[in-house]
């Protein structure tokens, strides 16, 4: 249940506050050049660096421990592991008794019968993002190879869209953020993502459409809560007529990518794009009610441990991972 | 890969104008009653009768040919077919050479190197969703044994919000319908859905969340652009301390729902609910350019064939059936 | 659950005396030519022909309902239809209460709780080894593009050598059948099967070893009860030295092929060989005492219907088709 | 390709001679009691203690990294691994140019391109069986939960059946296991498994029997030819009415079990037993000729390196160890 893939297969491990956590990746072709630090960009755009996000700070630096032979991927699977050192357990005790709005404290203790880690959610953690992240660069090295290449960006936070042509929008943002923090609040914020190269002919009709793929592993991320290709909603509203996308040349190539590159859930070799919407972290400082399984009754929680405000800035890598590890099992298949 | 499920399994078959449709459920439950009359009132919601709908009208008479013994489930795969009876394939004979935007036959000719059968959109046709919607039933029994209850309906037609307390709201989507077709043109729309009685801690954590795995099927559908679980893109613009929905009691009821039924990838005990669009139908009458192959010219395209203009007001129930076979899935594993 | 393969992937579907029994075969290429007739040699080899086998009488005529166009594979999935006609089910009423030794009987009651369809042993019939032979028609036409050949003959029935070298062989076993069916009982046998032209490579380490994925379809055919691949259970009573296959070439050719052609769990490029044994059927005319769980007292049971008294006479090419979808598999990944 | 079972799940990672091997195992039960010590018991038989196995001593200390808290299974991925400590890699420089007879090293320099790591064997090392039997000890717990028990035990040594009662049988086999020592030779052997109390039902018809899924992972193990559950191949040269198990009540108890606790691939609440062959280790210190690469001719290769000369002495342990796998996760699904 923790792996995702047919033939480039991605498995994850580990808790927020255990000893390890990591990631298997299955069926890498041989003779990829690989080493350690080639995760660290990837890794570093995950980081907790901008205000708004947590002041949990860790190396992760990342540790090969197979599948690797000389510098070259070799074809057995590779498991990658990464160390929890800066963890402050304490603040995690009460949660599963006073269990956090919005949080996976309360399904996780029903559903594990109350055998589940909660210290820093456990395996239910954002941390655990780190070791999509590293196998995405796996899966971006070998799209690398067919020439595709994924990119995402924040284009909208708490409802203020992204202007890089305006240079007040990241004034108003970065407002936005300092008010969150000031009222112990938190905000969302919306994710594009585009992968160019993707050859015609990838993805299948019905279940294994590219956009099933893609959203299957997107809604595996935490936070997520909405995913569009293309138009998205806006192509309910549009005329056939005009949501069409004109083929203009032989190789497909459309006037238009209204469709986000994929139709009958196969990509036509348009560039493929979506979008995300990610929720506004549940662990705020604000105190806010709900339900305490002890005392049975509706009490303030302060949620102590150290969060992000707005996590949808360390969003975007973890979405290209995502994005490239579908579309690289696509590609083995 | 036309198989959906890891326990509750669906596999689908068939051609728009092929011989049968047809579906395999395997892992059904042995002692369920079920019979062939007990589909025709979903595969009937899925029929084309209102205006803006298609005018091929099949029988849809399923055949269950296994699994079924004395009018209960054996526990053994049920396989359900259906006839094509009502096809007119020359329509469709150009369409490889000549292909329509936004549909399948560029995608599916390069795929499959010119040997997919075109006739109706072949395998891609959104006729076989009629063997989903069979499969639904079965989910749906399947469900109800556990008090689960599944529903969909139509909230917005080409932008127009269906508002069942305005009795001019009809009237104006009838209206859009009706320009459509004199335009030889086609509509969206928007649909949701709502499973309520889904108990805590059904989904998985990361890969196989209860987004991860509907998203996923929802996706398989034909036509479908986007999906939103509660407050869907609209939860990116608020506050956390807004967003969080405030557990209310032991068992978890929430006293806001903009999660959408869904936290850490597990259902929360209330109900779920996303949103879906539906892109307007591609295959329309009004003539439209695109790339000719054997000309190697943009040229007009008039398509023939029965086409649906509002294809959204079909959906419902298919998306009723992907919901409740993802569900019964979640449930049996 | 009854499917097989992870690309080329065959779903079997149906009971003894239902309406249909079927496959599914998804994941073959496009552009393999297949029709009908190409299907009447392999059924031919498994009909009841010979002395020795059941009465049952059936057309066994494929019916293709999907995934071909015009003569050639679509790329869509491939479902073939038997229908079930010389049935005479009155045969089978008590079994669930009396159920017969050895035979499915009493397990498939307790595991589907008595909803299971009993007659002519239902979803566990020999008879559904028609399906697997059907699909087994398709991978040998994939394989026959690589170049590799799949062939099993019978080694021995009930001990008897066959020895094509000694004319009176065929007059021993002849004789044993009709000893057997003068007794009411039955007869065993080994089969031999071969598989030539496979290229160096095929196969994973471990869990999808080429042994694996192969004893894994073989002991899908009802009545095999072991498996040994090269010399089998011999090599275990030799020395390294004499195991070892010697390389003598840049191909990889080996001297002796003790291993049967895998080794590490990988085809090595010689002949892929392996003998299964195939136990006497457990229906026999001969009355036997087994527990009634009616009167809850062992009585004798003299079993109705219409039994092989040598069901390794039909087996070689079911064991092929096994062995050529597993195969097939293994390519395609 | 790497993973085993359909809910609970076995991955395995690591090469002999890199850093850590190790194992994920995915969906055990929260709740049930673990730490490393239980895993010390199956984890020393599987190691080189006796005369005739390797000099090579690892610790083989097992770190549970993920998956346990408080002494207890959390229902999230265990994940655990294991140090390299006492390797010697210079032995394998030229195994590459002058493959091993009827080892891994010619297939896998063809299948991954020279790109696989040859030290020890690489990913294809039977040190990788640590991991099966690690992940044995928690599918243990799981059957000891439903009474399940799994006991394996050699039977015969270089062809020397292994008697209890007869006091010269360990002198006899001890002697061989000398001579093969003293000739730089290797020995095979034969290993029986009982699985006792596994509840009637238990498996699947078809692909999904309790044979094709045992077997499917016993042929994962190195060195292993051949396997037959009950009676094996003898059950080919017996009648019918001797073959059948008489039902001796209504549990299903059978008086004889020739088949070995499996009827139509459904345990029928018998023992459920089984034989497996083990080839002697192709790697022997004898000087053997193979095709040399390089060269390009046949030349004696002197195999440097660790080996065991009867690697049968520590099979048991790890057909115990897939076994329960196998069983543990038919009890899941």
């Known amino acids: 249940m923790n792996s995702f893939g047919r033939k480039f297969k991605v498995s994850i491990f580990g808790e927020s506050h255990g000893v390890n956590i990591g990631a298997t ?18 890794l570093d755009r995950r980081k907790p660096n901008a205000k708004g996000t947590t002041s949990r700070k860790e190396t992760d630096t990342p540790t090969i421990v197979s ?23 304490n603040d995690y005790k009460n949660l599963a008794q006073h269990p956090r709005p919005s949080h996976a404290d309360f399904v996780a203790g029903v559903k594990y019968k109350g055998f589940n880690d909660p210290r820093g959610g456990g ?5 655990i ?17 067919f020439g595709v290449n994924i990119e995402a960006q924040i284009v909208s936070i708490a409802g203020v869209d992204i202007d890089n042509t305006n240079p007040k929008t990241e004034q108003i943002i970065e407002h936005k953020i300092e008010q969150a923090l000031a009222n112990c609040d938190s905000l969302g914020g919306v994710v594009k993502c585009t992968a160019k ?26 936070a997520v809560k909405a995913i569009e290709f293309g138009e998205g909603f806006n192509i309910a509203n549009m005329n056939g007529s005009d949501a069409n996308d004109t083929i203009i040349n032989a190789k497909g190539t459309t006037k238009t990518n209204h469709n986000g ?16 919407a990610i929720k506004p972290t549940p662990s705020i400082a604000k105190p806010q009610p709900t339900f305490n399984l002890e005392s ?18 360390r969003t975007p890598v ?11 099992d696509l590609y083995s298949i």
């Not at 000389?70 to 699977?77: K, S």
């Open 123 to 127: 395996h239910f953690s954002g941390r």
């Open 67 to 89: 599948g690797v032979f000389n510098g070259y991927t070799t074809g057995a699977p590779i498991t990658i592991l990464f160390q929890n050192n800066n963890t402050i357990s």
């Open 129 to 145: 993002t780190l070791t999509l992240v590293a196998a995405g660069v796996i899966a971006k090295k070998i799209l690398d190879q």
């Open 25 to 42: 990746i299955d069926g890498t072709p041989p003779g990829i050049p690989l080493c350690e630090n080639d995760f660290a960009n990837d």
């Open 197 to 222: 190269g993707v050859k015609v002919g990838i993805g299948e009709p019905f279940f294994d459409s590219v956009e099933s793929r893609i959203s299957h592993i997107i809604f595996a991320i935490p």
């Open 261 to 276: 590159g994929v139709v009958g859930g196969i990509a036509n070799g348009n560039d493929i794009t979506f979008k995300v």
């Open 318 to 328: 973890i979405i290209e991972a995502a994005a490239a590890i579908a579309i690289a």
């Open 296 to 313: 049975q009754k509706i009490e303030n929680l302060e949620i102590k441990g150290r969060h992000d405000a707005c996590i949808t800035l």
